[in-house]
Structures are given as structure tokens and as C-alpha cells.
């Protein structure tokens, strides 16, 4: 049997940077001077080929195709972190932690970022490349732990504690981020912690990371009381079932657990210092305590291995919110930009730079 199905495309040359959006392009058709049609002939594997070798099926093979396309006329870049979805991972040029996303968006050379991430991650491209469209395929993408601290809050705590400098993790919004002296995040936070010369500094939002840290340094850590509604989902007894059921599996678990699940794990580290340590374990089997997204990059990458959720229950809504059509619509209708106010990101930039120059 051919192996191959195929279809015919109509399709109109233009300008790609005119390009409209597929809503619009419908309503145009009937005007289009016939000169200016072409028509496309699409070929992609049949459905008996599909998902094998990880093949995406058929409906996400075509939109990543598209995706790709739209991407290279538009000269964008698809940033995507480690807790997307599969077909969302697959379609991206880059994927990786907050911190390896940050550094590549202010790296790339491309006139546009898609940020397949929640706002926050999105916003710190646009902090460091305010020259550069960046856009979010999801406007309600956002993390509740960043959600968790105002800055009226932190000012409050500023007041308590005068003379304690500001570390803020990277899931903090921009306003944050320029009431704080420098950023971290769950690869850098101990560096970072430890960067300063004060014997006392306050960590916010996130009381678990400020907890893990203090473990790990002599200074007195003030922390606010957020936390990541996604990763205490992982308890203790996820851990030792799986222990149980898998007895030679490493664990390895964020640092945004909770303390009880942290004194459980063999490594702590951030979903991007997994992946770099997944494939030089000795262990054939390792136990994942993060949000499962982090499960299908580590199986593709290390095929030999097996890797084994903490807790089935660790799905951090918010990151799933964007799907292939949402990345192909925001590419096609350039929505929805992230811009940081001027005074803002100014202030907020010298935080994250401190902390891309301590690296
Ligand atoms: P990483 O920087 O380790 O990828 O973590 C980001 C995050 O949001 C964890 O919940
Ligand atoms: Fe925020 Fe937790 Fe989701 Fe990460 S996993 S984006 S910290 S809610």
C-alpha cells in the first residue's frame, strides 16, 4: 500500500509579511486575482505510520508543518518549556528550564519569540529583548504561585527586613522582579543566595525553594509563603510507592516540593539540570518528581531508560493551556505580545541581569 496520503492546497502568494490569518484568508478568497493562485500538493504518512518512531499523527504532523513554515517566513523562534505538552515540545526550535529560556531569548537573533510557557516566562524574554515581538499563544497561561505575591506585599516585607537584600525566583511578574535585587532560578537559586554578601536576604515567592535553599547555606533565609499548587500535589507516599514498585529507580524530584518529598530524593534539580543528568546516571530507571510534561523529553531523549512519575497527579494546568492550534493562530494572527512598561522592565532587567552575570 502507498504509504503516503496527499491532498491538494490551494494557496496564495504574498508578501509573508503581510500574511493574514486563516480566518481572514477565508473571507479574502473570492477577491484573490487568479494569477496570483498556486496550488500546493501536501504529502504526510498515513495513519498505520503514525506515532511510530515518534511520528506525530496526522492532524499535529500538519499543523507542526504549518507551524514551521509560518515560523521561518515570520524569522520567529518557538521557545518551549520542558512541562508543555508532547506535540507542543516536538514543534519548538528550543526547549528547556526558565533559566536556559531566558538565555537563549537573549541570545537569539530572531524578530520574534514564541513562548510556549506561562506569563512570567514570557515577560522575561520581553525584559531582555525589548526589540524583539514576544508572543504568548495563551494570555491565561499564568502561574498561580507568581500570582501568590503583590508588590505591596513585598514592600511590607521590605519594611520589616530594611537592610535584607531581595532574592525573587524567576515565577515572579515584572513589577516584582523591579522591587527585587536579583532574580534566580530553581537551577541558580543556592548560587545566587550565596552570591550575596548580607548574612540575612528574603526569598519570595516560593517558601519551598526558600526552604531547600536554606538547608544548603549558613544565611538566614526571610521567605514569603508561596508555594507551587502543582508540585505539593507530590506526597510522600507517590515517592515510596514508587520506590516500592520500581526498588532500583533513582528519584529525582524539583525543588519546589515540599520538604517531606525532598528528604526522599536521591538529586534535587530543576526540570533543565534533569535532563543534563538523566543520561549520565547509572540507573536504568529513574522516579520523576516534577510536573509530568518533564516525562516525554526524558523518554525521548534516553530511550534505554525508564522513567517513572512521582505522582501521576502533578499537571500543572496552566502549562497545558497551550496547544498546537493556540501556537498556529498566535504565529498566523501575531498574538498575543508581551510588553513590559519601559520604567518597568528597566528596573526589572538590572534583577535578571545580576543574575545572568553571576552565571
Ligand atoms: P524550571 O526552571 O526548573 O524549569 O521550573 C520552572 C517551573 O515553573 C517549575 O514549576
Ligand atoms: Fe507555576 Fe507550578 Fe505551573 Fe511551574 S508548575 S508554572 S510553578 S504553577
Redesign the pocket.
Known amino acids: 500500500m502507498f504509504p503516503y496520503s496527499y491532498w491538494f492546497r490551494r494557496r496564495v502568494k504574498e508578501d509573508p509579511s503581510a500574511r493574514k490569518s486563516s480566518h481572514q484568508e477565508q473571507e479574502d478568497r473570492s477577491k484573490v486575482p487568479h494569477s496570483n493562485v498556486f496550488i500546493e500538493f501536501v504529502v504526510y504518512p498515513r495513519q498505520d505510520e503514525e506515532r511510530q518512531g515518534g511520528m506525530l499523527p496526522r492532524q499535529e504532523s500538519h499543523l507542526a508543518a504549518r507551524i514551521r513554515e509560518l515560523a521561518e517566513d515570520r524569522n520567529a523562534i518557538i521557545l518551549a518549556?520542558n512541562?508543555q505538552r508532547p506535540e507542543v515540545q516536538d514543534a519548538a526550535d528550543f526547549l528547556g528550564d526558565s533559566l536556559e529560556l531566558s538565555q537563549k531569548a537573549a541570545k537569539s537573533d530572531a524578530e520574534i519569540i514564541l513562548f510556549c510557557?506561562?506569563h512570567?516566562?514570557a515577560e522575561t524574554a520581553s525584559i531582555l529583548c525589548p526589540d524583539k515581538t514576544v508572543l504568548i499563544p495563551e494570555l491565561n497561561a499564568?502561574?498561580?504561585?507568581?500570582d501568590m505575591i503583590t508588590i505591596q506585599g513585598l514592600r511590607n516585607l521590605r519594611n520589616e527586613h530594611p537592610k535584607d537584600p531581595v532574592v525573587c525566583y524567576v515565577?515572579t511578574s515584572a513589577d516584582v522582579k523591579a522591587e527585587s535585587d536579583i532574580c534566580c532560578t530553581s537551577a541558580n537559586a543556592l548560587r545566587v543566595v550565596e552570591s550575596i554578601e548580607e548574612p540575612e536576604v528574603i526569598f519570595v515567592p516560593?517558601k519551598y525553594l526558600a526552604h531547600y535553599v536554606s538547608t544548603k547555606t549558613k544565611k538566614e533565609i526571610i521567605p514569603w509563603k508561596g508555594f507551587?499548587?502543582?508540585?505539593i500535589k507530590i506526597l510522600p507516599e507517590h515517592v515510596t510507592r514508587q520506590r516500592r514498585l520500581h526498588p532500583k529507580a533513582e528519584v529525582m524530584v524539583h525543588p519546589?516540593c515540599t520538604p517531606p518529598v525532598i528528604a526522599l530524593a536521591d538529586k534535587v534539580l530543576s526540570t533543565g539540570g534533569m535532563c543534563s543528568y538523566a543520561p549520565k546516571s547509572s540507573a536504568s530507571e529513574i522516579i520523576v518528581g516534577?510536573?509530568t510534561g518533564l516525562l516525554h523529553r526524558l523518554r525521548k531523549e534516553n530511550p534505554d531508560k525508564r522513567f517513572y512519575p512521582a505522582s501521576e497527579l502533578?499537571v500543572?494546568?496552566?502549562?497545558k493551556l497551550i496547544t498546537l492550534e493556540k501556537v498556529l493562530w498566535s504565529l498566523e494572527d501575531m498574538k498575543h505580545e508581551i510588553k513590559v512598561p519601559q520604567n518597568i522592565r528597566i528596573k526589572a532587567k538590572m534583577a535578571v541581569d545580576k543574575m545572568l552575570e553571576g552565571i
Open positions: 518549556h512541562y510557557g506561562v512570567f516566562m499564568g502561574c498561580p504561585m507568581a515565577n516560593d507551587c499548587p502543582t508540585h519546589e516534577t510536573e502533578a500543572c494546568p496552566n502549562m
